[in-house]
């Protein structure tokens, strides 16, 4: 009764993605360790996007409003198509809240079990808050495969995901992802792609 995405596949952003060169190491550590530390640094900002999610058993699509404050602190809004909804994640040092379009809400401490119960995966918000800055989780194992030819991390895995960001823009002094694409090599059947439209930065 909770789920958040329409049950069938929708096609999801679809436009062809230009082929992108890759390289196996950085092309300039030194480059790549201060986008590291330059972005680390960014503790609110918000975005506004299309999320997609494909499973096994269905898909769907939604519009996407994230406001981060600092890790344990931050509101999203989804917002459904054809009148399905909005709804509500809100994190707080004290818990995780989901309100659903009906104003019924869910808590639990930990915002990926939250969603797991909800949709019956686990969608990784506490890793997203960070790849969607284009770095890896800090203080956890990264697999880092591959970077672009401007120096930016293009392919990594952590945590059980393989992250993939094939196109950046550019926000004031900032270099930062358009594009996220998410999918579980222990599961050929779950993949999530996020664009970006807009970004936000707090100064």
């Known amino acids: 009764m909770y789920r958040i995405l329409l049950p069938g596949l929708i096609s999801l952003l679809s436009a062809c993605t230009p082929a992108v060169k890759t390289v196996s190491t950085p092309p300039n550590e030194q480059q790549w360790q201060q986008h590291l530390q330059q972005v680390s640094a960014i503790s609110q ?35 459904a198509p054809f009148g399905g909804g909005t709804h509500f994640l809100s994190a707080r040092p004290e818990a995780v ?13 930990n915002a990926d ?24 989780v800090p203080g956890k194992t990264a697999r880092l495969i591959s970077w672009n030819e401007q ?36 599961n050929d059947h779950l993949s999530v792609r996020m664009v970006i439209r807009n970004w936000g930065l707090a100064q």
């Open 45 to 79: 900002w918000d975005i506004s996007g299309r999320l997609g999610v494909e499973t096994e058993q269905n898909g769907g699509q939604i519009d996407i409003f994230w406001q981060q404050q600092r890790d344990d602190y931050y509101d999203i809004r989804m917002v």
């Open 113 to 136: 079990q939250l969603l797991a119960r909800i949709n019956g995966w686990s969608f990784p918000v506490s890793g997203m808050r960070y790849w969607i800055l284009g770095m890896p």
């Open 151 to 186: 120096g930016l991390l293009h392919l990594m895995e952590q945590d059980g995901w393989r992250i993939e960001i094939p196109r950046y823009k550019q926000e004031g002094d900032y270099t930062l992802p358009k594009k996220i694409f998410l999918s579980r090599p222990d």
């Open 97 to 109: 809240t989901f309100t659903n379009g009906n104003g019924q809400q869910i808590i639990e401490q």
